[in-house]
């Protein structure tokens, strides 16, 4: 589904990502890993298309298609979701509002009908339930004194309804407490399933309790540099990053 | 001496017809309007060397040779009428054309004839009302414009409610339909005595590819406990001007909320004058502003707080596209007496063209000490991380940009209580945006 190659990236002129290999398949949950500023968020935010950074070398091919070369919203439309690890708060603007523009482009893009009024509350009541959120928050303006748990609530109630092919989760567990943490990781695994694939970006462990992941990869200094099953998560928490820091001063 | 200069030589010749055309003719306020000055001089024109004028300049306007006659076609103007929601619904409609009350096209509701009215009508059946208003903007006259409407006093609206009164919803057309260069010079009389209570919609709008001008006095006086909500609505075109002065006093506990949605129009400037002259007074002044092409915006306001313990509440935003300016200016004086006095200030803008322009100042000249006063001015342009938020949801570029500046103007739109007038005003914006 996702095949990332030798993928570089920089932001003004400093580099972030130094060369980023990365096969996922459909069915598959992937977890990245790695102490701050190893280049995490900035492998997810080039994913979804934020223009900021530059990719300098490498491809990312999706379901066949260049993914570089397509508009943040063309990617959306394909079926790439970014959950924000930062939500941003837009006054005037509520979920249901923008959501079911967003649908309807995705189903315009596919060449589908729009979606009648009564069908969007019908998937809407459904999705709600999944992430247990309330429709006063969907009405309200987006994020605007939205709790952290809310936040990120809302951010899985819109991977719900837009059923993407391939979500990617940024630390998505950061600010949760135990209990909004389950609820975010209950709804993402009623959302898995054999034809979709999950990218989970995240600095601890605690996520992959509930999620659990076929492949970790740890990321350092902009590169992968170790892969392996959901044991590998366990071992970094058990070790911590200075273990692979010090594994990567050893072999420079 | 003829001071006139080149460039005000067309003001100096329409004033001098104005006058001849006056002369000839006994005016509908005549025996009311004696004691408002009329000595227009045109070498006092305002130019941007004013401070009041610094970045409206009235120069096109000079330079325009406007008539003193309009012909229109009335059935172009009922199919205009027509074809806004709010003509529909069941109030007072008054319809001024050209300056003049339009019968035919106005419906009025009989047994509030006394209260809501034309100013020419409400000027044969009660002077002595008009007497206790026309002339309370006198002290705010600041410029040749006031002069210019003293002298023509075009008709306008009038509402007097006595005590304890509520009217009926009123809604106000001031057309202009001309095929020559035409002025309008409406005066308005407000009064509502005390705990009276009404609703006015005014709405400009003209017709044809000529130059017009709309040049409005609308004097108000709320007395104590009164409330009045007052809505404001500027459609005109690139070739259309718009200058005016309302000035409104307000008595112990009355309450005011004041809206004005300018959406488009060559040059308009609206000054907004606020007398608190009591205590416990609510005031709330709200602005849209939201203009394309080569046109301006200026919103000059002022809230003087004369007495404690009164409420002040001014939301002014501005959306500017193509080589649009805005301006705003917002004065707030508290006095010395008025102490206790919450005053609030807003001026938000989104600049969506990089070859538009906002000025915007905040000037609070504060002479009590136990007061609570806040104001700012923002300007920028739309959030790009909002952007790429919505983008990444499957919004194009463009839908992301109409949906964040429709929801920056939801915020004004919102507080205007009629439905019909807010679906007409959304819908102005969904053609913009």
Redesign the interface.
């Known amino acids: 589904m996702l095949s990332i190659h030798n993928l570089h990236a920089s932001i003004e002129g400093k580099k972030i990502l130094n060369g980023i290999n990365l096969e996922v398949k459909a069915g598959e949950v992937h977890a990245i890993m790695g102490p701050n500023g190893s280049g995490k968020s900035t492998l997810a935010s080039i994913l979804a298309g934020r223009e900021e950074f530059e990719v300098t070398e490498g491809s990312v091919d999706f379901t066949g298609k260049d993914l570089l070369e397509l508009s943040p919203e063309d990617r959306a439309r394909e079926g790439v979701f970014l959950a924000f690890q930062y939500p941003v708060e837009i006054p005037g603007v509520s979920t249901i509002n923008f959501l079911k523009t967003a649908i309807n482009q995705i189903r315009e893009y596919k060449g589908e009908k729009p979606l009648d009024a009564g069908t969007f509350l019908k998937t809407m009541k459904e999705k709600m339930k999944l992430v247990e959120i309330d429709q006063s928050l969907l009405n309200r303006s987006l994020n605007e004194g939205f709790s952290g748990g809310e936040k990120k609530r809302n951010e899985i109630f819109q991977m719900a309804m837009l059923e993407p092919r391939l979500a990617i989760l940024d630390e998505t567990d950061s600010g949760l407490d135990i209990d909004a943490l389950r609820i975010v990781a209950n709804g993402v695994n009623k959302l898995k399933n054999p034809d979709n694939a999950i990218i989970l970006v995240t600095h601890y462990q605690r996520l992959l309790d509930y999620i659990v992941p076929d492949h970790v990869h740890v990321l350092y200094k902009g590169r992968i540099v170790k892969s392996g099953g959901k044991e590998l998560a366990l071992e970094l928490e058990e070790k911590g990053y200075d273990w692979i820091k010090t594994e990567q001063a050893e072999i420079a | 001496m003829n001071l006139a200069t080149p460039t005000t030589d067309l003001l100096h010749h329409y004033h001098a017809a104005l006058l001849e055309h006056h002369s000839m003719m006994t005016h509908p306020l005549h025996g009311l309007s004696d004691q408002l000055n009329k000595d227009f001089d045109v070498s006092k024109w305002p130019t941007t060397r004013h401070e009041e004028w610094k970045y409206t300049s009235l120069k096109a306007l000079s330079q325009i040779e406007f008539s003193l006659e309009a012909s229109s076609d009335s059935k172009k103007l009922k199919s205009y009428l027509e074809s806004l929601p709010f003509y529909h619904t069941e109030a007072h409609h008054l319809v001024f054309v050209n300056g003049l009350f339009h019968s035919e096209l106005s419906r009025l509701i009989p047994s509030e004839e006394k209260t809501v009215s034309s100013t020419y009508v409400h000027a044969s059946l009660i002077p002595e009302q008009l007497a206790k208003v026309i002339g309370i903007s006198c002290p705010a006259e600041r410029d040749e414009l006031r002069k210019l409407n003293n002298l023509v006093l075009h008709d306008g609206l009038s509402i007097q409610l006595p005590k304890g009164q509520t009217a009926t919803q009123v809604y106000v057309y001031q057309l202009i339909d001309s095929e020559q260069p035409f002025a309008v010079h409406s005066r308005n009389l407000i009064h509502l005595a005390e705990n009276a209570e009404c609703k006015v919609v005014e709405h400009f709008a003209a017709f044809g590819n000529k130059s017009h001008w709309f040049n409005p006095t609308t004097e108000i006086q709320i007395d104590a406990h009164a409330r009045l909500e007052y809505c404001l609505i500027q459609t005109q075109s690139d070739v259309g001007f718009f200058t005016g002065l309302s000035y409104l006093r307000q008595s112990d506990s009355s309450q005011l909320s004041h809206h004005t949605i300018s959406t488009g129009g060559r040059l308009i400037r609206n000054n907004l004058d606020l007398i608190l002259d009591g205590s416990h007074i609510e005031s709330h002044m709200n602005g849209l502003y939201m203009l394309t092409n080569d046109t301006l915006v200026d919103n000059h306001t002022l809230v003087d707080h004369q007495r404690p313990h009164s409420n002040s509440n001014e939301f002014y935003k501005g959306i500017m596209d193509g080589k649009s300016c805005g301006v705003f200016n917002g004065k707030i004086f508290v006095r010395q007496a008025a102490q206790k006095t919450n005053a609030f200030q807003s001026n938000r803008n989104i600049v969506l063209s990089p070859d538009a322009s906002v000025y915007t100042k905040p000037q609070l000249e504060i002479f009590a000490d136990d007061v609570k006063c806040s104001h700012g001015a923002t300007s920028g342009q739309l ?1 790009e ?2 952007i ?10 463009a ?1 992301a940009k109409a ?2 500046t ?3 103007a ?2 004004i739109v919102e507080r205007i209580p009629q439905p019909e007038l807010r679906a007409y005003i959304e819908q102005q914006i969904d053609q913009r945006f």
Do not use: I, N, P
Not at chain 2, 388 to 397: A, I, K, M, V
């Open positions: 959030d991380e909002s790429f938020y919505l983008r990444s949801r499957g919004l194009s570029h839908q949906l964040l429709k929801a920056f939801g915020e």
